[in-house]
């Protein structure tokens, strides 16, 4: 993969790179070749370049004889033998030698044919020189030029690239990798070439139901019955069955009355928050400051007065709600899971405030639904997790439970429960009101029957199957462990939220491409302004498909990107003072939202840890029960000899050897 770091001390000498933007070099050094698949296309243009062109064809083949030279030496011929492997065709790619020496040769090719496409289409520009200058068939195909502003009007092109540029001088403009997971390697990941794999260390696919095999089965069902589309909005042709059994569901999973999916749970977020501002009459909202751009956004589009109390105040929040009277309409928005520094909101508390007060609760779950709880319905639950583990799969509310106390909860699909949508969930008129009169919900296309099939399947599964969320949390644990004997500095929280704190927007975005460069570890950096500028970081997500040794090497790696970049540790902090909670003189004791009681590390039955070849638990009860429920609108599910011996052999966790090799500083196991 190439060093992206590099590239900005070229940009002085070198003409294209002077006046390419950066946005611009990022893509094309991330994002393989459609016609020469071995490089990326930066290293295609740099084929016609006068100075690289020849550069680089010399390098390649330098590369390839070095390589066969070695191939060619006694030494080299012990290699794999020693590593237990046969020399063969198939076998080459587990030889780190072999599998770069056919990396060199391809890469060889596919210069060479670049450098032919290049003699090719400098005869057509011979050939087109000579043709008339008016001729349109001979008019330039170079990339296409901004267009020019009106005379006399504004200069919306220029304007455009003022932002930016803005952007990428405080060091905050958002970079996209190309990462594709692949469902039968979870949690690998190929980026632009399909050839070059890393692993997944920030996706919010919590527990790897993206690629559960009850989900893909019932997903597949679904989209051979219903087709692909949803047919339009809900009030039009795409309120199906799979639209209705999904909002039973959710409802069921909250023992609220009623539920309402929507696309995403930002505009749940949005829509919900923007429709309550406007109708209740004199509504005032009172936010954490902490709370998610969504909310945020709903709030403002209400036109409500907003009142921002301290993250998690409690003091702060009644001294604010006080100041109103009780009969005065008021909402509370927090959320119980903050996703960015892994806190967690004092829900009984809020509860409490709130019926002093007069105030409705809006709790936020979208960062705890499936990872909390019995049943995953989200903190809320948990924090009654006997009682609400005793009541089983009953709907029925359980009165004096913190989950009944809060007034509307709202929650995603996208994250632990690897699908998409989102939704809200409350009283029925709640609920029906937001149905009739929010036009984030009236005026959208609903999301196709395949989806809402697949969001059902993973609530269903995660609802009877507690291990995964009890395995998630172990190795959460022991993330937060090693990166703490080695003096990385984690951000304190009791929740699953890994941050590693950085402090510098332009080193976090370094910190990303070093691990992704040279130790094949996806992980985004966080950036202002999702967070606040100064606490810059890292943040990590652990999931029940991440084995021992996976964890060992992520840890060691991050250690050498620190170490090599000079980038502040836990110690380093706590000269300074502290900083964002990290290296605090007093620190706050943290515990974990999940006891050792309830990961089942007291009476012996907690899930194993996996290790390299293990594979995961897929649970036949929780199965079972998520076909049938599909028995009305899908038919009985009829067993197949291929999907009998996908569920005996399990789910395999323990990915396949990567195709591009971890180096060998990071290779050994903990």
């Avoid at 596919?110 to 200058?133: E, G, I, N, S, Y």
């Avoid at 455009?160 to 990462?179: G, Q, W």
């Avoid at 995403?264 to 998610?292: E, I, Q, R």
């Avoid at 070093?514 to 606490?535: D, F, K, M, S, W």
Wanted: net charge neutral; with cysteine; charged share 20%.
């Amino acid at each position: 993969m190439d060093k992206l770091s590099s590239l900005a001390k070229f940009k002085a000498t070198c003409p294209y790179l002077g006046r390419t933007k950066t946005s611009t070099l990022r893509t094309l050094c991330t994002s393989a070749s459609p016609r020469f698949p071995a490089v990326s296309k930066l290293t295609e243009k740099a084929t016609k370049c006068p100075v690289m062109g020849p550069a680089l064809q010399i390098r390649s083949n330098q590369m390839v004889a070095g390589y066969a030279s070695l191939a060619g030496s006694a030494e080299f011929a012990k290699i794999p033998e020693h590593q237990g492997i046969k020399p063969s065709a198939a076998d080459a790619q587990k030889c780190p030698h072999a599998s770069k020496a056919l990396a060199a040769a391809r890469m060889a090719e596919d210069l060479a044919h670049a450098k032919k496409a290049k003699t090719a289409k400098a005869a057509a520009a011979k050939a087109a020189a000579a043709a008339p200058a008016g001729c349109p068939m001979h008019a330039s195909t170079s990339e296409a030029k901004p267009k020019a502003a009106t005379a006399g009007g504004f200069d919306y092109e220029k304007f455009y690239a003022e932002e930016l540029e803005k952007k990428h001088k405080d060091a905050s403009y958002r970079y996209f990798n190309n990462i594709n997971r692949l469902a039968n390697k979870f949690p690998i990941a190929h980026t632009g070439n399909v050839k070059d794999e890393v692993e997944v260390w920030c996706a919010n696919d919590y527990l790897g139901m993206g690629n559960n095999p009850v989900v893909l089965e019932t997903m597949h069902r679904t989209l051979d019955t219903y087709g692909h589309g949803a047919g339009g909005t809900r009030n039009i042709a795409g309120n199906t069955g799979m639209h209705l059994a999904l909002e039973e569901e959710i409802a069921s999973l909250h023992r609220k009355p009623a539920a309402l999916v929507f696309s995403s749970c930002y505009v749940a977020n949005d829509a919900t928050l923007a429709t309550l501002g406007t109708k209740l009459p004199g509504c005032v909202y009172f936010s954490d400051s902490m709370n998610h751009a969504s909310m945020i956004q709903g709030m403002r589009h209400s036109t409500a007065k907003r009142v921002i109390f301290k993250h998690n105040d409690l003091q702060d929040l009644e001294m604010k709600l006080a100041q109103y009277p009780k009969e005065t309409p008021k909402i509370i928005a927090f959320e119980s899971v903050y996703s960015m520094c892994g806190s967690v909101g004092p829900i009984k508390e809020i509860c409490d405030l709130a019926e002093q007060y007069g105030a409705l609760t809006f709790l936020d779950e979208v960062h705890a639904v499936g990872l909390y709880g019995p049943r995953g319905a989200g903190v809320a639950e948990h924090l009654d997790y006997e009682a609400h583990k005793a009541a089983g799969q009953s709907p029925d509310p359980i009165p004096g439970t913190i989950m009944d106390r809060i007034d509307i909860i709202t929650g995603t699909l996208g994250k632990a429960y690897g699908a998409v949508g989102g939704y809200i969930a409350g009283s029925t008129d709640f609920v029906d009101m937001i149905r009739s009169y929010a036009s984030g919900f009236i005026f959208t296309t609903s999301l196709p029957p395949a989806n809402m099939a697949g969001a059902r399947a993973s609530i269903s599964y995660q609802k009877e199957y507690n291990g995964d969320r009890q395995l998630k949390q172990l190795n959460v644990r022991d993330l937060k462990n090693r990166f703490e004997s080695l003096d990385i500095p984690v951000i304190p929280g009791p929740s699953h939220i890994v941050p590693v704190l950085v402090g510098d927007p332009a080193l976090a975005r370094h910190a990303s491409d070093t691990l992704l460069a040279n130790h094949n570890v996806y992980v985004q950096a966080i950036n202002y302004p999702t967070v606040a500028r100064g606490e810059e970081r890292l943040r990590f997500t652990v999931t029940p498909g991440h084995n021992v040794e996976q964890i060992a090497r992520l840890a060691r790696a991050v250690d050498q990107t620190f170490t090599e970049l000079g980038i502040k540790r836990t110690s380093d902090w706590r000269k300074l003072g502290g900083h964002a909670g990290v290296g605090l003189a007093e620190p706050k004791p943290v515990t974990p939202v999940w006891s050792d009681e309830q990961l089942g590390l007291l009476d012996g039955t907690a899930p194993a840890l996996l290790h390299p070849g293990s594979k995961r638990v897929v649970d036949q009860h929780a199965v079972n029960v998520t076909r049938e429920k599909f028995d009305d609108l899908l038919g009985p599910y009829q067993e197949t000899v291929a999907s009998v011996d996908a569920l005996k052999a399990d789910l395999p966790l323990a990915a396949p050897a990567l195709t591009t090799s971890i180096p060998a500083a990071v290779e050994a196991s903990a």
